[in-house]
């Protein structure tokens, strides 16, 4: 193990001074693949070969099991290897010499990260000499912090460019799709490849984020966002993506929509401009969840003779695993989302605009109706109707099986449920009650006013004072 | 000083792992049913503001199941609408017709297998988890066979009938080692199986009589097993595939769920579409795995006429839902449900 060097002295995870792991730098290197922290292999000097064999190696990252993943199976997808990377970690060694890092939202986390950053991080010169213009391909949460200074919604920009901020620069507000220019550093954002092994759905998007990268090395991705139309079209066009906005509360009152073609037109229509449209019968209409936005569908055209696909029905036939929900920001498992941001990370030409619902609503809903159009087809690889096609049964199941479920499923939206509220305030008092007695019986037991919504008491209770342990099962 | 970092979870998984492995400290339990009510107790809180309720139902699921929210009436246990089976009702002028597949995930794999006792057994009777109890689980007939009468299976004097609790474990006996799981070994990781009193020897032991007895079964699992690890894929009868990720364990597992979940998700599919397109003023309430309600109008008829309408729908409804599908080779399987209607 090396000694920790003296720009360690001060760090909240200096421990014994032993054991740090420095970058590898590659001058003139156009990538630089930055990762959470060392693991044993990287911190006692030896590279793995796979097999179970290793040979000795100066301490240094991505030089064990995830390195050789790296190594073998992604850096190629993207047109690289190893000597075309710089290597670094957001932490260069290992808190106690385990594993186990505190997550990034705690202060400690950030403090490590922003004091090991300051002492120890040097950026490379690029291709051309300059040390801006690099890419930065950030593997997992910890380094998306390091880089952007973000410590949410890591899995909502996986997929997709994010300008560099460490965590001490001013913040900025990003109020656009963003599209980079050469000299700007450029954090792409993906996976740690060591999430691979807990998550293994993972492995779809994540290669498609090595793909992606070799796009955007050679400047082909993302695509610049020209100017939207604010005014509804003359004639609806016969095949185009359509999105809505409504209001939270009432999703009756339409805020605005949007409208793309394949030819990347994009019309944004705001609701004082919304008005009836004449549409050619046997025209197209591609939707995200076409049961919310059907209803507003048919404020603007006769939807009688409409052809309506939807990508997240399309989507959930072609890709269907474990779901990753918004709400769970990837702690429940999966990661075969169905939701348009992830969708955009796998198909879209464009970066990211679902960050823009507050700060430039109508750049959002042009990037909806835009993204919508490249999952459905003119995104990559053909997007999902190129899937379709060259997946006979898939393609079936999609017609016979879940695309006619959608006016079911409008139906049943319309018309609700009828509930007796009388009936249903009976059963919450007597639910309220019931949870009144789980919390003293927890009091009573314990022999404290102990909070059974909190944590921290239980964590304090069942793990310090009970000394639970999970078991493994018996085999 | 040194950062100590420890997986001290209190998340609802953790927690039940704890509870299943036999810890009984009375704060888990009371954490857990705590826990239990929270989403209850959100969804109710919804519910008493409107008089309609309006929840977001999607057939987007793993292996295309459904997911209801807000509020997510299907979940509700079977004990709240025991004492509340009024919150919800049909809108005037209409009648719910609800259906429950029985056993369609245990049929799936016999129809895709055709192992000849289940296959009987699904055919004649008696109930296959009594009679996968009586004659494998507890060995108290263990020469019974399919179509035998339930005093065959000479059931103890206590036998509290469906809801037997040794029952259940019957029923976790036949899909946990046989059905989805490796081997009789798996038995031992069963939660609760311990209440049963049978030593691991002897749960062992039963698990294998049951898993021998059913070779076809055992010869689909392997194949099936196989063709996952090779094509990285699954697909049900009908078609819709599941792409396999991860190690081998991972994706036998995945494929073979999916299979089996993937084409109950089909047929329910199948037969709202049918449903609809032969009985267009017939429309979806809500649904879950293996269920669903629809809703389906009332007409000016009398009393008398009126119970005559809803036995027609019925019928005509209960020939979509049960129809023979052909789902292994040469092997057909019905799907037949319990049945159930609520008047306006």
């Not at chain 2, 055992?218 to 991860?246: H, I, N, S, Y």
Request: proline share 7%; aromatic share 10%.
């Amino acid at each position: 193990m090396l000694p920790k060097p003296s720009g360690c002295q001060g760090c909240p995870f200096y421990g014994d001074g032993k054991g740090f792991v420095p970058d590898t730098i590659q001058e003139r290197a156009p990538v630089v693949i930055y990762a959470q922290g060392p693991g044993e292999d990287e911190e006692a000097g030896r590279r793995y070969l796979g097999s179970e064999q290793y040979e000795a190696h100066p301490p240094a990252p991505l030089i064990g099991r995830t390195g050789r993943v790296l190594d073998t199976q992604f850096l190629p997808l993207a047109g690289l290897n190893r000597e075309d990377v710089s290597l670094a970690n957001s932490i260069r060694c290992r808190l106690n010499h385990k594993n186990h890092l505190p997550p990034i939202t705690q202060v400690v986390m950030q403090q490590a990260v922003e004091h090991c950053t300051r002492a120890h991080w040097r950026p490379p010169e690029g291709p051309g000499g300059s040390r801006a213009g690099l890419v930065y391909v950030t593997m997992g949460e910890y380094a998306f912090y390091t880089l952007t200074g973000m410590k949410h919604d890591f899995n909502g920009w996986r997929g997709y460019l994010v300008p560099k901020r460490h965590p001490w620069d001013p913040p900025h507000l990003m109020t656009d799709i963003w599209t980079p220019g050469a000299s700007d550093d450029k954090i792409f954002v993906t996976y740690h490849l060591a999430y691979l092994w807990k998550e293994p759905e993972a492995e779809l998007p994540a290669r498609r984020d090595w793909n992606k990268l070799a796009l955007i090395l050679d400047g082909t991705w993302p695509r610049k966002v020209d100017p939207f139309i604010y005014e509804p079209p003359a004639l609806w066009p016969t095949y185009a993506a359509f999105d809505t906005e409504f209001a939270r509360e009432d999703k009756a009152y339409l805020t605005r929509y949007s409208l793309a073609t394949r030819d990347r037109k994009v019309w944004v229509v705001e609701r004082e401009d919304v008005r009836r449209l004449t549409v050619t019968p046997g025209s197209t209409v591609i939707m995200h969840n076409a049961p919310a936005d059907i209803p507003h569908l048919a404020g603007v055209v006769d939807i009688a003779d409409v052809v309506i696909e939807d990508t997240m029905y399309a989507h959930a036939v072609l890709w269907t695993g474990k779901v990753e929900t918004d709400e769970d920001k990837g702690r429940g498992g999966g990661a075969m989302s169905h939701k348009l941001n992830f969708l955009g990370s796998m198909y879209g030409w464009i970066n990211r605009w679902k960050h823009l619902a507050k700060v430039n609503p109508k750049r959002y809903s042009g990037g909806d109706g835009l993204g919508t159009m490249d999952v459905w087809e003119t995104g990559f690889n053909g997007g999902l109707l190129g899937e379709l096609t060259r997946d006979p049964q898939s393609h079936y199941v999609y017609t016979t099986l879940q695309k006619p479920l959608i006016p079911i499923v409008v139906r049943n939206q319309q018309t609700g449920i009828p509930v007796n509220t009388e009936e249903v305030k009976r059963a919450l008092a007597g639910l309220v009650q019931q949870q009144k007695s789980h919390i003293l019986r927890a009091q009573a037991y314990t022999g404290w006013p102990i909070n059974l919504r909190s944590p921290r008491h239980l964590a304090h209770w069942l793990y310090d004072v009970e000394g639970l342990k999970v078991k493994r099962r018996a085999r | 000083m040194p950062v100590r970092v420890s997986p001290r979870s209190t998340n609802q998984d953790r927690l039940t792992a704890l509870r299943d492995q036999g810890e009984d400290s009375d704060l888990l339990l009371a954490r857990l049913a705590l826990l239990e009510s929270e989403g209850l107790r959100k969804d109710l809180a919804k519910m008493g503001k409107k008089p309609i309720c309006y929840p977001e139902i999607l057939p987007t699921q793993a292996s295309l199941r459904w997911s209801t929210k807000n509020p997510n009436i299907p979940g509700f246990d079977r004990v709240f609408w025991r004492d509340h089976s009024t919150i919800i009702y049909p809108h005037p002028g209409t009648w719910w017709l609800s259906w429950d597949w029985k056993a369609i995930e245990g049929r799936l794999f016999t129809a895709y297998s055709g192992d000849e006792e289940d296959l009987q057994l699904y055919k004649l009777g008696p109930d296959i988890h009594t009679f996968t109890c009586a004659k494998y689980l507890f060995e108290w007939a263990p020469e019974a066979h399919p179509g035998c009468q339930i005093d065959d299976l000479h059931l103890p004097e206590d036998w509290q009938g469906p809801e037997d609790e040794r029952r259940v474990r019957a029923k976790n006996f036949r899909y946990g080692p046989f059905q989805y799981g490796t081997g009789a070994r798996a038995i031992l990781g069963m939660p609760g199986i311990e209440k049963l009193g049978l030593d691991r020897e002897t749960l062992v032991k039963r698990a294998q009589r049951f898993i021998d007895a059913r070779p076809r079964g055992v010869a689909w699992k392997e194949q099936t097993w196989a063709a996952c690890v090779r094509d990285k894929e699954a697909r049900t009868f009908m078609g819709a595939r599941r792409k396999l990720f991860g190690d081998a364990d991972t994706m036998k597992k995945d494929g073979l769920n999916h299979k089996i979940q993937g084409s109950v998700s089909n047929l329910m599919a199948w037969c709202l579409i049918q449903i609809v397109k032969e009985i267009p003023a017939a429309s979806l309430v809500l649904n879950k795995h293996d269920g669903a309600i629809v809703a389906c109008l009332l007409h000016d008829e009398g009393a008398s006429e009126r119970s005559s309408v809803c036995d027609r729908v019925q019928d005509h409804v209960r020939q979509i839902v049960e129809r023979e599908w052909e789902i292994g080779p040469g092997i057909t399987m019905a799907f037949p449900a319990t049945w159930g209607r609520r008047m306006a």
